[in-house]
C-alpha cells in the first residue's frame, strides 16, 4: 500500500473515530435502524385477540350474555349506566364500550388512541351484532392483499431514502466544515498530505457510513431475501445514491465558513429536499416539483425494488437519474474544493 493510500486510510480512521462522539450521526444512523428494526418486530406480532369491553343495557336483553357465551376472546363488563362505560374508555380501563339503545340500536365508543385496538375491535363488534340480530350479508366480499404487505417492508423505503440523505448532507457537511474549525485544512498545506485526500477521505467515510448503515437495515429486515434481480438493483441504487447525497454534503461542508454555518445550510437543504419525494403522489404539481430532487428518485427506485419486486430493467431510468445527479454534484464539488484551497495557498 503507497503512501497516499495510508494516509487517505488515516483519514477515514480519524472519521470513524470522531463519529462515536457525534450526535448529529446518532440522530442519522441508530435511529432509522433501531426504527425499522421495530417495525419488523411489529410484523411478527400477531393482531390483538384479547378485547375488554363494557356493556350497558337500556332495554332489556340478552346481548351481554350472547357476547360473553360467542365471543371467547372478549372480555365483558358489565356497567350500571352509560357514563360508568364511556369514563372506562376514556381512562384506558377497557377497549370499547357498548350501548345497547334498543334491541336492534346500538352506540359503540372505541378508544381512538390506541389505532390497532380501534380497527379491530370496531370490525369484531359489527359481526358480531349481525350474529346476535340474525342478519345474512347481502353480498360476498372477498379482499385479497397484493404485494408486500408487512410494515416494516412498505416503510424501508422511506426509511433508507431520509438515513441516506441526511448522513450525506447533515453528517458529511458538518464533519468536513470541522476541518476548517480544527485548522486541519491550513496544517495539511505544510504536510506530506494532499488537500485531494482529506476530500477523498471524507466522501469515502460518507459513502462507506451509509452502505454500512443502510446494509444493517436491510439485514435487519430480511431483505437479502429478494431474488436476485432485486439485488442486483439495490446494489446499483443505493451506492449511487450513497455517493449522490455524500457529494451534497462535501458541497455544503467547502462552501460553509466552519461547522456552524454548515449545519445550518445542512438543515435548510435537507428537509425542502426530502419533503417533495414524500408527498409527490399527492397532485401533479407536487410530482412535477419532485423529479428535481434526487430524494424523489431514489425513493421511486427503492420502491420499485422492495415494494414491487422490480430489477434493473424497471429502475434503470431512476439509476440513470441518480447518476446524472450525482456526477454533476461531485464535479460541483472538486470545482469548489479546488477554489477553496487556492484560497489557502
Request: charged content about 15%; aromatic content about 12%; glycine content about 8%.
Amino acid at each position: 500500500m503507497g503512501e497516499k493510500s495510508r494516509r487517505i486510510l488515516a483519514f477515514l480512521r480519524k472519521d470513524l473515530s470522531e463519529s462515536i462522539r457525534n450526535r448529529t450521526l446518532f440522530i442519522a444512523v441508530v435511529l432509522p435502524v433501531m426504527a425499522s428494526f421495530l417495525f419488523g418486530v411489529l410484523d411478527n406480532a400477531q393482531a390483538p385477540k384479547e378485547f375488554y369491553v363494557a356493556i350497558y343495557e337500556e332495554a332489556a336483553s340478552d346481548f351481554t350474555q350472547f357476547v360473553t357465551y360467542t365471543a371467547l376472546n372478549f372480555t365483558v363488563e358489565s356497567v350500571p349506566n352509560p357514563e360508568q362505560g364511556k369514563a372506562l374508555v376514556e381512562s384506558g380501563s377497557v377497549h370499547g364500550f357498548i350501548q345497547v339503545l334498543r334491541e336492534d340500536e346500538f352506540t359503540v365508543f372505541l378508544d381512538s388512541g390506541r389505532p390497532v385496538y380501534f380497527f379491530a375491535l370496531s370490525e369484531h363488534i359489527e359481526q358480531l351484532i349481525e350474529l346476535y340480530l340474525g342478519v345474512q350479508p347481502r353480498y360476498d366480499l372477498e379482499i385479497v392483499a397484493v404485494g408486500e404487505t408487512d410494515v416494516s417492508r412498505s416503510l424501508l423505503p422511506v426509511w433508507i431514502t431520509v438515513t441516506l440523505s441526511m448522513i450525506g448532507v447533515m453528517v458529511v457537511s458538518g464533519m468536513f466544515a470541522e476541518e476548517k474549525d480544527t485548522r486541519t485544512i491550513e496544517a495539511i498545506g505544510v504536510s506530506p498530505a494532499g488537500y485531494g485526500e482529506l476530500l477523498l477521505g471524507k466522501g469515502l467515510f460518507g459513502i462507506l457510513l451509509s452502505l454500512g448503515t443502510v446494509g444493517l437495515m436491510l439485514l435487519l429486515n430480511r431483505v437479502f431475501a429478494l431474488e436476485w434481480e432485486g439485488l442486483l438493483a439495490l446494489a446499483a441504487l443505493i451506492p449511487v445514491g450513497a455517493a449522490c447525497f455524500t457529494a451534497i454534503g462535501l458541497l455544503i461542508g467547502v462552501l460553509s465558513s466552519g461547522q456552524s454555518a454548515a449545519r445550518s445550510v445542512a438543515t435548510v437543504i435537507y428537509f425542502p429536499m426530502l419533503f417533495p419525494a414524500l408527498i409527490a403522489e399527492l397532485s401533479s404539481f407536487t410530482r412535477m416539483l419532485a423529479v428535481f430532487f434526487p430524494t424523489f428518485h431514489l425513493f421511486s427506485g427503492l420502491e420499485a425494488v422492495l415494494l414491487h419486486g422490480g430489477g434493473l430493467g424497471v429502475i434503470w431510468s431512476e439509476l440513470l437519474i441518480m447518476l446524472a445527479f450525482s456526477l454533476t454534484l461531485w464535479g460541483a464539488t472538486l470545482l469548489a474544493y479546488r477554489k477553496m484551497v487556492d484560497s489557502y495557498d
